[in-house]
């Protein structure tokens, strides 16, 4: 598997930013503009969707894509090319040797290099959250059974209803905050300390927070997230909507844990202020902590919260679908835009790539046209792409309606004849726009290896796609009139190391 070109890299990383930055501050206006409130968890989950999935559709489509018959596959030479003049050409005339050699030597580290620099960063990313949770796994091993349990209290009670529901209350040593971790098992973490501290009523509340934890599963949630913030760890932007993902989702915890009633509002304030006291300056590695953010702005949205309830609105039933149907047309654009981009970055990189015709011309002469055919006798063996060839033109001739030397032969036949592959090859272009060719029509270009390309146009269809493998005698086409003709028939190009050769003698 070859690295990413820099196309690749210029596209992606653009698109991602890009993506995040416009979920970012659209999804920050429209939230202020209509007041909603800050617990709307569903609400900035479809804003952090909207940013992380168009750009993580496309990298799996395009890692993937290698492996599918629709995706294009990188051609180990450049494609043919139109010259200004009207005459085809390879990119050897496009550039001098020495500015090819310079830009393929700056490729040739260039790429590696942002390579190296994204696995780097994904790799201490993917530190970073492993070393978290082996120090959560590490508390939960050194865990107990909570005292609290035994007691004939209300907090005994709420213990016994979680156990229930399959839920477990441990207590630990650490000096942290309470938190709730999913596996092996449901299971909430009260440090002792804090259990100590706080009335019955106080600590059942947080009990009641860190089991919404788990009824919403808000640990599986933050995992996932976590883990694509790992891939897409140069986007800024998702850690910022994360963020208020998890805000909404401690906001709602803590309305569930107060369940309306008035008089427990500043009862679990002050539980929550000795929790940020207990556990001031030990930040918990968990994603799922109810106290553990260090955010003043964060604390005291909590606390006015806790104390005078919500009072911005919740998103209407039909503002939901309305929003959700936009985000995932937005969404489905965008990867679109991303995936379609990746064929033409990846053809327009192999242009310029170390094994283009113009690194070829700077390193040795062309090759005699003769000899080259000659050798394709010994390296590939062709085949007449008709089952009944006739020829009505000729590699070189000069003359009506031609102002220059043909770059081709011509095959003539009735419209709709099947077209088949000289040799087996992979499709590196299917298109009835051919770039810089308006003449060609619908164009076919297959790359047989070995430095062997050939191309069919004036194609009346095209039975192949991008990317796909095709064997000798497949049918790859079938005759027509598109582009500048005099009638029906398919113009063949054969090149080798980007140097067109006559393609009679290969044909045959």
């Known amino acids: 598997m070859t690295l990413p070109s820099l196309e690749f890299w210029s596209l992606h990383l653009g698109a991602c930013l890009a993506t995040g930055a416009l979920a970012w501050v659209a999804g920050l206006g429209l939230h202020r503009a209509l007041r909603l409130s800050h617990a709307s968890r569903a609400y900035w989950l ?21 492996e599918t018959s629709s995706w294009p596959i990188t051609p180990s030479l450049p494609l043919p090319m139109l010259s200004d003049g ?58 107990r059974p909570f005292d609290g349990a035994l007691n004939d209290t209300s907090v005994a009670v709420e213990c016994r209803r979680l156990a229930k529901a399959g839920i477990e209350v441990r207590s630990i040593d650490d000096a942290t905050s309470p938190f709730a971790v999913c596996l092996p098992r449901p299971t909430i973490l009260v440090p002792a300390a804090l259990s100590a501290q706080m009335s019955d009523e106080q600590l059942r509340m947080v009990l009641r927070h860190e089991a919404a934890h788990l009824a919403r599963r808000d640990p599986q949630r933050a995992a996932g997230m976590r883990l694509v913030q790992v891939l897409l760890w140069f986007d800024p932007f998702l850690r910022l ?6 805000i909404a989702a401690e906001l709602r915890c803590d309305a569930a844990a107060i369940a309306d009633r008035a008089d427990r509002r500043r009862s679990y ?14 930040p918990l590695p968990a994603s799922a902590a109810a106290f553990s953010r260090k955010d003043p702005g964060h604390h005291r949205l909590r606390i006015a919260h806790m104390i005078e309830g919500d009072r911005r609105r919740r998103v209407p039933p039909a503002l939901r679908w309305v929003l959700a149907a936009t985000a995932l047309v937005a969404g489905a654009a965008i990867a679109s835009v991303q995936i379609a981009a990746t064929p033409a970055t990846t053809t327009q990189a192999a242009t310029i790539g170390p094994t283009s015709a113009a690194t070829n011309a700077a390193v040795k002469p062309a ?3 003769a000899v080259a055919a000659a050798a394709a006798s010994v390296e590939i063996d062709f085949s007449s792409p008709m089952r009944k060839p006739k020829i009505s033109g000729h590699f070189g001739e000069i003359g009506p309606p031609r102002s220059n030397p043909h770059r081709g032969l011509d095959f003539t036949a009735a419209r709709g004849t099947p077209v088949h592959a000289p040799a087996a090859g992979v499709v590196v272009a299917a298109t009835e726009r051919y770039d810089n060719a308006p003449n060609y029509g619908t164009v076919v270009v297959l790359d047989h290896g070995g430095g062997w390309q050939s191309l069919y146009a004036h194609l009346d269809a095209y039975d192949v796609q991008v990317g796909q493998q095709v064997v000798s005698g497949e049918r790859i086409g079938r005759v027509g009139t598109t582009g500048k003709v005099t009638g029906p028939h398919v113009h063949v ?11 009679e003698p290969l044909l045959r």
């Open 493 to 503: 190009e054969m090149l080798h190391n980007g140097q067109r050769v006559d393609p």
């Open 46 to 66: 479809g804003v952090w969707t909207l940013a992380a999935l168009p750009t993580a559709a496309a990298l799996a489509l395009r890692w993937l894509g290698p």
């Open 86 to 143: 009207g005459a085809w050409s390879s990119m050897a005339g496009a550039t001098s040797p020495v500015a090819a050699a310079a830009t393929t030597a700056l490729r040739d580290w260039l790429e590696p290099l942002l390579a190296a620099l994204y696995l780097s960063g994904a790799i201490v990313a993917a530190l970073g959250w492993c070393s978290g949770l082996h120090a959560v796994r590490r508390i939960v091993a050194a865990s």
């Open 269 to 282: 304030a002050q539980a929550y202020l000795q929790t940020l006291r207990l556990s001031a300056g030990v």
């Open 241 to 246: 909507i994360a963020q208020r993902v998890q």
């Open 367 to 369: 090759p005699d046209p």
